[in-house]
């Protein structure tokens, strides 16, 4: 049962503490990309992936860390630099389809507030 | 700047009736374009694309229209069911922005709801 998971659903940490999210896909795809959603907004990209070891900032990346030690894991690390941290974030990764084109498929999302 | 636009915040239709959904973009450089349905507090799921050298594309109950002149991108749903009330989100991008990658720029999404 191929799909992307993400852990935990729900995160709480201190002003001032790094958090790592974490995201894992079992599709076999090479890119992967982490969003961020906030209320009566779009998806906006933080970072992506092509493949292992290799990654690019998005629209979004202040703040931000990421790292792709393997296919199928792609962590984020929200850190203290973030200046509003409290967000749902999105996993995603995309494999190129016949004509260069192709969805995202999304994990359920982690919702991280920042007290 | 907003790439891509969904101007309507809410859409409220009746069941059996037909749902329509806008979305408009700038960038004429946008090739493929998406959309996704999304609940709460869970993840979008792809619903349907469509590339630039078409004007529709179906499939089952939902069908969206491309304009290109217009900038501008619909997304029928017929006929509505309860199950489809969610927020939708379209999404445009350039596959030659990034190779093996692609870059989607998301509209603000659009609360549907069904009434029975």
């Known amino acids: 049962d191929g799909g992307i998971t993400q852990s935990p659903k729900y995160l709480f940490r201190k002003e001032g503490q790094n958090v790592t999210l974490s995201c894992e896909q079992n599709?076999?795809?090479?890119?992967m990309y982490w969003y961020r959603q906030d209320p009566g907004q779009g998806l906006r990209l933080i970072y992506y992936?092509?493949?292992?070891?290799?990654?690019q900032k998005g629209d979004i990346a202040e703040g931000y860390s990421v790292s792709r030690e393997k296919k199928e894991s792609f962590p984020l690390t929200v850190t203290s630099a973030q200046k509003n941290p409290t967000a749902f974030y999105l996993c995603a990764s995309s494999t190129p389809g016949v004509a260069g084109y192709n969805e995202q498929f999304f994990g359920p999302g982690t919702r991280l507030t920042v007290l | 700047d907003q790439q891509v636009k969904q101007n309507s915040p809410s859409l409220s239709v009746q069941e059996g009736r037909i749902s329509i959904l806008n979305c408009d973009y700038t960038?004429?450089?946008?090739?493929?374009f998406l959309w996704y349905k999304k609940y709460p507090a869970e993840g979008p799921t792809f619903l349907i694309s469509i590339s630039s050298i078409k004007d529709k594309n179906e499939d089952g109950r939902f069908t969206v229209f491309l304009n290109k002149s217009a900038k501008h991108l619909s997304l029928h749903i017929v006929p509505s069911q309860p199950g489809d009330s969610a927020v939708y989100f379209c999404?445009?991008?350039?596959?030659?922005?990034?190779?093996?990658?692609?870059?989607?720029?998301f509209g603000q999404g659009t609360r549907l709801t069904i009434n029975p």
């Open positions: 960038n004429s450089m946008f090739d493929y």
């Open positions: 599709l076999n795809h090479d890119a």
């Open positions: 992936s092509q493949i292992v070891n290799d990654f």
């Open positions: 999404a445009a991008s350039n596959k030659l922005i990034i190779q093996g990658a692609q870059k989607l720029v």
